[in-house]
């Protein structure tokens, strides 16, 4: 038998599974191709899941679906032109000031004795001041770099009113979407998952809605600050701090310390004072602000958040970091039910051992003491 050929291994890969396979490269090069179309289509949806249980409050006060939708997205759009025509010009003069004063301000902070000797001996000091410059040369290119892409953003003004109105499409017909999703699926799943998805929902709108005023909150408490103890460009630290407050847990501490650090340009006691202003606001925030703004707590820890905000982050830039938290809470509802039923199976298990453990010994029929006669069959099986 050692000169017989070796045994041939034959395997047969049906079309259908490579029709399948190569049905799934297509889409995942089409995805690859127009990911920035797909994102600006994400952004749209989300949008329009943020603003869901408003219009859905109107609806239930006698509103159309449609009308309250147009309504919203009315208001909205309202709202964004005032604050940009009232706002861009007086913050946009600001940074500049702010940018140009950067060199300043920075050899002003380092001619203070607690910085002084750090940054010398590191060699930091020439290396900073010669970055601030080169930011100061380079602000009239920065502004043609600015117009030219508000032409640019003019230019696609086409492409903006397109995703808008596809996000207030999906506003008007989500429930219609959603029953129709459902109409594929058993009607006990859909029992058991329409609640999560109108929980899902829910989270998504109390958390980009919740974060959007509690950066405004920010902004107000940062401006009204630096405005009261003299520090320069009051408006724009409130811009920066509002910005940078949208980014859970991250934010508020990188805005805490540019305020700080502008306020070691006025004097010491100033930059104290606001050190010690956005400690309190921020445990105000923490354990009052979010509590009134949250209606339906995500229930996320600091650590969770800090992971999903990297993650998300890394994956889609600031916007990622920005709708971490809300997805995070999604993915956190969804595998809460998604593990329900083990969970119960487990607590019922563990109910059952111990009322097996403490219980007084009793007298047992021969053959009864394998298994309780109390437990349930499904129990009995995962026991066994």
């Known amino acids: 038998m050692d000169g017989a050929p070796p045994a041939r291994v034959q395997i047969e890969v049906p079309g259908r599974t490579l029709l399948v396979l190569l049905g799934f490269g297509v889409l995942v090069a089409l995805a690859i191709l127009s990911f920035g179309t797909l994102l600006s289509i994400f952004l749209a949806a989300v949008l329009a899941v943020g603003l869901d249980p408003v219009v859905a409050r109107m609806v239930v006060r006698g509103w159309g679906r449609g009308r309250a939708a147009v309504a919203v997205f009315g ?13 861009a010009g007086p913050v946009w003069d600001e940074i500049q000031d702010f940018v ?3 060199p300043g301000y920075w050899e002003e902070i380092t001619n203070l004795p607690a910085f002084h000797d750090a940054a010398s001996s590191t060699g930091a000091q020439d290396q900073v001041h010669g970055w601030l410059k080169d930011l100061v040369a380079a602000l009239p290119d920065a502004a043609s770099t600015l117009l030219g892409a ?18 207030l499409f999906l506003l008007m017909e989500r429930p219609t979407i959603t029953d ?5 699926t ?5 029992a058991r998952w329409r609640p999560v998805v109108e929980d899902s929902v829910g989270a998504v709108s109390s958390s980009l809605i919740g974060n959007l005023a509690v950066s405004l909150v920010a902004a107000v408490v940062a401006g009204l600050s630096a405005y009261v103890f003299g520090l320069p460009f009051p408006l724009v630290l409130a811009v920066i701090t509002g910005f940078l407050d949208l980014i859970p847990q991250v934010g508020a501490t990188v805005a805490a310390v540019i305020l700080v650090l502008v306020g070691l340009t006025v004097s010491t006691p100033v930059a104290i004072a606001m050190a010690i202003i956005q400690l309190i606001y921020q445990q105000v925030e923490n354990y009052i602000v979010y509590p009134i703004v949250y209606r339906r707590a995500v229930e996320l820890s600091a650590f969770t958040t800090i992971v999903a905000v990297l993650i998300a982050g890394a994956l889609l830039g600031v916007v990622g970091a920005i709708l971490a938290v809300p997805f995070a809470a999604v993915i956190k509802i969804a595998l809460r039910e998604a593990g329900r039923p083990r969970r119960e199976l487990m607590a019922a298990l563990r109910v059952a051992d111990g009322a097996v453990v403490t ?18 069959p499904d129990v009995v099986a995962a026991r066994d």
């Open 186 to 190: 058993a009607p006990a799943t859909e």
């Open 75 to 87: 208001g909205l759009f309202a709202a964004v032109v005032l604050i940009v025509v009232v706002t």
């Open 100 to 102: 140009r004063a950067l």
């Open 180 to 184: 129709w999703l459902f109409g594929f």
């Open 359 to 376: 219980a007084p010994p009793q007298a047992e029929p021969p053959g009864s003491a394998d298994e309780p006669a109390a437990l349930p």
């Open 150 to 167: 508000a032409g640019a953003a003019f230019g696609s003004v086409l492409s903006l009113v397109t995703l808008t109105f596809l996000a």
